[in-house]
């Protein structure tokens, strides 16, 4: 079997240290496994399949015999160091904005799109986790019936802006409780306790940046430049795990049954849809697994019939970013379309 050197860019990360256990756990053919970070995190050890792994400082050389790098150190990272690994012959799965709506870089969500990987010149983009989540549930329906429009609102957890994001949300909630002074640094206003409309920047149409990749990535990965998108994009106060109020005008008429039909055999996606027993997805359950997971399918009462409102959750680290990432890896080397160097 072949095997591969693959390199985690900004590996000390929320996304970082899932993507080395996503590596692990799903045994891909790792030859040599190389940690990066910046000079903060220089010499920090990780596990990976028993062996101790030094973070090191990345460098314009560390591209050299690696076969693939999985990046997730930021938009500056990406801009400066995805081109120099191209240059070394390496293909670089990205997770940051920086390349995705590039005409010539591919942005693929394995349940979807998989072959367009295929069309890579080295680079290939993960996309927002908010619009991976969103297609793994529409796609299989989109397929039967056709999609007009979706309207859409997000929970989006605060593992999602980082590692210090996670932290803040902590220090600020045991502030609150025992009545100490709370700190603001990661976003504009207080997050523990509280609801925050704005994720990235805001853009001169009045979205915020968040909310634009949604309708931008959404069309992409779909192959359909006319579906209508519109997103509300909200911080809240949950650690891991974003949700997503989705309401959908399909083209065709379709049932809340027929839609539950579909779903069930869709590949990454867990129905969880029984409101007599308030079964339907939540995100602290979510956090650590693989799905997407559906639920609370309804007729949309102003859409009626050609409508449906849905309710989707999934772990933002994992296939919000880490495992989508993997498994984009993975099915280049099932394709045979990847050689390792050495
Ligand atoms: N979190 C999510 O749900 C999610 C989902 C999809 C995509 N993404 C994207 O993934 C990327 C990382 O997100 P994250 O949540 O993992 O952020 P994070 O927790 O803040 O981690 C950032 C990582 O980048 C490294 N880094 C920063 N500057 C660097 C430099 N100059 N050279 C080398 N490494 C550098 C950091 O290393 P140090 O330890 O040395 O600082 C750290 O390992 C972002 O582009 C983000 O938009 C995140």
Redesign the pocket.
């Given at each position: 079997m072949k095997t591969y050197n693959v390199a985690v860019?900004?590996?000390?990360?929320?996304?970082?240290e899932e993507m080395t256990r996503v590596l692990e756990q799903r045994n891909f053919p790792v030859h040599r496994i190389s940690l990066?970070?910046?000079?903060?995190?220089?010499g920090r050890e990780y596990l990976f399949q028993g062996e101790k792994i030094q973070v090191k400082?990345?460098n314009d050389d560390s591209f050299r015999g690696i076969d693939i790098a999985l990046f997730?150190?930021?938009?500056?990272?990406?801009r400066h160091y995805g081109p120099l690994a191209v240059q070394s012959g390496t293909v670089v799965i990205d997770?940051?904005?920086y390349f995705r709506m590039d005409p010539e870089v591919p942005l693929v969500v394995p349940e979807v799109n998989p072959d367009d990987v295929k069309e890579h010149k080295g680079i290939i983009a993960?996309p927002?986790?908010s619009t991976i989540q969103m297609v793994v549930a529409l796609k299989p329906i989109y397929d039967a019936v056709g999609i007009n429009k979706i309207i859409c609102a997000t929970y989006q957890s605060v593992?999602?802006?980082?590692?210090?994001a996670i932290d803040e949300l902590r220090e600020q909630a045991e502030a609150i409780v025992s009545n100490k002074e709370v700190r603001v640094c990661v976003y504009p206003h207080q997050i523990a306790f509280n609801v925050l409309p704005e994720i990235d920047v805001f853009l001169d149409n009045g979205y915020t940046k968040e909310e634009w990749k949604m309708v931008e990535e959404t069309r992409k990965i779909m192959h359909a430049a006319n579906i209508a998108v519109s997103a509300t994009c909200v911080r809240v106060p949950v650690l891991i795990g974003h949700s997503e109020a989705v309401h959908v005008e399909f083209s065709h008429p379709i049932t809340p049954d027929e839609a539950r039909q579909i779903l069930q055999h869709a590949p990454g996606v867990k129905l969880l849809d029984d409101p007599t027993i308030s079964l339907y997805p939540q995100a602290w359950p979510a956090s650590g697994t693989d799905e997407v997971y559906v639920g609370r399918i309804r007729q949309d009462a102003s859409l009626h019939p050609r409508g449906l409102a849905m309710w989707i959750v999934s772990d933002?680290?994992r296939k919000?970013?880490a495992l989508n990432t993997i498994q984009i890896a993975e099915h280049m080397v099932e394709k045979d379309w990847i050689q390792p160097k050495e």
């Open positions: 860019v900004g590996a000390t990360g929320a996304v970082g990066y970070a910046s000079q903060r995190s220089a400082v990345l997730s150190g930021g938009d500056e990272v990406s997770n940051g904005k993960n927002n986790c593992s999602g802006t980082g590692r210090e933002n680290i919000g970013a």
